[in-house]
């Protein structure tokens, strides 16, 4: 599946910033455009951010897949959710591990539990993933201590031998997650995330690589210290801001903030209700004009995050009273791409993959 026209950092500098008014292709080139990425791999069916999901992903059809980066005590790159590993592995059950329980200020916010960096590479491979969210997905604690915590290479490392096996080659889509809270803590993401790409041959134009971040001050200092040649993403959520930044989403996202995102972004990842809020009733309302505001800043649209359960659905798409029971998620799908949107993030690759035929 073709990417879509990102342009790296390097290709931005050369537009001198300049808006871009976006086209929407029709028809099959539309089709073809879309980006389906594989959210935590396909984390509706196999625990999130393993291998196992990685891969699950990949054979579904989805174009990207998407890990979430942090780091261990001695400088390697995992992928979790969050650097607080209690909610995602096994650490609370292991008791040689108690005593590293601690509360810590995570991006202004007290946090009790394990974290990854006061594990080292060789600790954190002793234990095993859990599903992140049991209670609406059950099927999912089938799997619940078979699996390891990846790191970022054993990632590109899978991604490299399922492109060939699948004769497709595949995307990933890497999210750095608090990157000041590391920075702070003196285990930077940035270096070890460009250091890893490069040596992989996959910082370069034309590489199936996008890097996200919901902080904007982290994505310049790719593009300006780092010289990163793949495109950058930034995330947006519906509310508040990014840590540390005087500037909230909603600034960023005004038709002067997203032509001065353009001078070092090249796409964005608002969380789904920016593209369509729900109404108080909990239906789908009317979209708003984000998606139209950021394709005239030359600016691609990927929102986040669709999922098969009643319980993440608009109340017009769920199927029964049951929350874990999946509801009419390809329609919600749909009518999101309908939009004009570029792609979607999911968790059940295989719902958009067949969403995007029907567009």
């Known amino acids: 599946m073709a990417a879509p026209a990102l342009a790296g950092p390097g290709e931005k500098a050369a537009q001198t910033g300049a808006a871009q008014t976006a086209t929407t292709p029709a028809g099959n080139g539309r089709k073809a455009a879309l980006l389906i990425v594989g959210h935590r791999g396909a984390s509706g069916y196999r625990p999130e951010h393993t291998l196992a999901s990685y891969e ?34 096994d650490v609370a059950s292991r008791p040689e591990f108690a005593d590293r329980k601690r509360t810590v200020v995570l991006d202004g916010v007290s946090v009790t539990g394990w974290w ?22 059950q099927q999912n604690t089938l799997y619940d201590g078979r699996f390891e915590v990846p790191t ?14 699948l004769d497709r080659e595949l995307g990933v889509f890497p999210e750095t997650k608090h990157p000041t809270y590391f920075k702070n803590l003196g285990l930077a993401l940035e270096g070890p995330l460009v250091r890893t790409l490069r040596r992989n041959g996959l910082d370069r134009r034309g590489a199936k690589v996008f890097v996200q971040s919901f902080e904007a001050t982290n994505l310049r200092e790719l593009a300006d210290r780092y010289r990163i040649q793949v495109p950058l993403v930034f995330l947006t959520g519906a509310s508040g801001g990014p840590f540390n930044d005087p500037r909230s989403y909603a600034d960023y996202l005004t038709p002067a903030g997203l032509r001065e995102l353009n001078d070092y972004v090249s796409g964005l990842g608002p969380e789904k209700g920016q593209i369509i809020p729900r109404k108080a009733d909990g239906t789908l309302g009317t979209p708003t004009s984000l998606v139209r505001d950021a394709h005239r800043a030359g600016l691609k649209v990927i929102p986040y995050t669709f999922r098969a359960e009643n319980s993440f659905l608009p109340a017009e798409l769920r199927v029964g009273a049951d929350p874990s029971a999946y509801g009419k998620a390809i329609d919600e799908q749909v009518t999101f791409l309908r939009t004009g949107i570029d792609g979607l993030f999911t968790d059940n690759p295989d719902v958009g993959v067949l969403a995007r035929t029907l567009v």
């Open 152 to 165: 970022f290479q054993e990632v590109l490392d899978l991604r490299k031998r399922l492109s060939k096996e």
């Open 116 to 137: 990854t960096h006061d594990f080292t590479l060789p600790e954190l491979k002793t234990l095993r993933a859990t599903e992140r969210i049991p209670a609406i997905r």
């Open 56 to 89: 699950l992903a990949a054979r579904m059809g989805a174009d990207y897949m998407e890990p979430d980066l942090v780091i261990t005590k001695d400088g390697v790159l995992v992928c979790r959710h969050e650097p607080e590993i209690g909610g995602t592995t």
